[in-house]
Each structure stands twice: as structure tokens, then as C-alpha cells.
């Protein structure tokens, strides 16, 4: 079984930054065995990706929109994923899911969703 918690989300001003964070707690395979994925689903639109890491952090992957001013990372001692949010932009206002590929590489669909966490940019 495989739970992912997103925490962090919160309002913030257009141009503010947000931290999230995804605690992960795992059984079978350990966490840093998996790719860790955000997404995120603003209001009447579909869910899209934001950011992927590879197993160790080496490797990182974003939506054009976001790169530059996001930045994905992970703790493996801490079970944890982060996406650090900087310039953010109203439109960027949306439930934020944290997910665990299959993949040590972080290619796929995920297998396992978090809750998410809102994000709320004012402008």
C-alpha cells in the first residue's frame, strides 16, 4: 500500500512563491526505488503535468509553462517529493497532485495519486 500526502498549498499573491511537499510512505519496494510526479487540474480544465524527478534527483523534467520558475526535488531519507513554486501566476490556481511512477526514471502513468492540495493565486 502507498500513500502520498501533499501538504503546503495555500494562497498567495501573483509573483509569490509556495513551497508543496508529498510524504510518501510506502510498503515493498522503498520510495527512492520510484519517479515522483506533480500535476495539477485547474477549475474546468483537464489535469496536466508540472514536473517529474527520477529516482536520486538527477534527473528532472517540466511542462514548458512552468520552467525556469518551478523547481522539482526530493529527500529520499525523508520519503519526501517537493515542488517549489516561484513567479507564480493567477492561472496557475489549481488542485495540485503529488504521484509515483512505476519508472526509476519517472516515464508513465503514475500508479499512485495523493488528495492534492489547493493552490489559490490572487491577482
Known amino acids: 500500500q502507498v500513500q502520498l500526502v501533499e501538504s503546503g498549498g495555500g494562497l498567495v499573491q501573483a509573483g509569490g512563491s509556495l513551497r508543496l511537499s508529498c510524504a510518501a510512505s510506502t510498503s515493498g519496494r522503498t520510495f527512492s526505488s520510484y519517479g515522483m510526479m506533480w500535476f495539477r487540474r485547474a477549475p474546468e480544465k483537464e489535469r496536466e503535468f508540472v514536473a517529474a524527478i527520477n529516482w536520486n534527483g538527477g534527473i528532472s523534467y517540466y511542462a514548458n509553462s512552468v520552467k525556469g520558475r518551478f523547481t522539482i526535488s526530493r529527500d529520499n531519507t525523508k520519503n519526501t517529493v517537493y515542488l517549489q513554486m516561484n513567479s507564480m501566476k493567477p492561472e496557475e490556481t489549481a488542485v495540485y497532485y503529488c504521484?509515483?511512477?512505476?519508472?526509476?526514471?519517472?516515464?508513465?502513468?503514475?500508479?499512485?495519486w495523493g488528495q492534492g492540495t489547493q493552490v489559490t493565486v490572487s491577482s
Open positions: 504521484a509515483r511512477s512505476p519508472s526509476e526514471l519517472a516515464r508513465g502513468e503514475p500508479d499512485y
